[in-house]
């Protein structure tokens, strides 16, 4: 099946309500990652599926979305301090 519906996504962060780049967006089978404005657009076909956002250093709760047609969506990621990247190595 082609995907013949548009999912534009814009995220940002919780807190400051900064755009966020570098988000990897995945709906599915269908993926992209976010511009320096926080947005992606992603070509997808009809049916229900669950969002998920995934940034070093951020969490988000994945979302439960259909798509009918064209759609656009904005989000937000909250930011979880990175623990020294060696810590489990460190003891």
Same mark, same amino acid.
């Given at each position: 099946? $082609?995907?013949?519906?548009?999912?534009t996504? $814009?995220?940002?962060?919780?807190?400051?309500?900064?755009?966020?780049?570098?988000?990897?967006?995945?709906?599915?089978?269908?993926?992209?990652?976010?511009?320096?404005?926080?947005?992606?657009?992603?070509?997808v076909? $009809?049916?229900?599926?669950?969002?998920?956002? +995934?940034?070093?250093?951020?969490?988000?709760?994945?979302?439960? &979305?259909? &798509?009918?047609?064209?759609?656009?969506?904005?989000?937000?990621?909250?930011?979880?301090?990175?623990?020294?990247?060696?810590?489990? +190595?460190?003891?």
């Amino acid at each position: 099946m $082609k995907p013949e519906h548009r999912l534009t996504v $814009k995220v940002t962060e919780q807190s400051t309500a900064a755009a966020l780049d570098g988000v990897e967006v995945r709906l599915g089978p269908f993926h992209g990652r976010t511009d320096a404005t926080g947005r992606a657009e992603l070509h997808v076909c $009809k049916g229900a599926y669950q969002l998920q956002l +995934w940034r070093n250093a951020h969490l988000a709760q994945p979302q439960p &979305i259909d &798509i009918d047609g064209d759609a656009s969506v904005e989000l937000t990621m909250m930011h979880v301090p990175e623990e020294h990247p060696d810590a489990r +190595w460190v003891r």
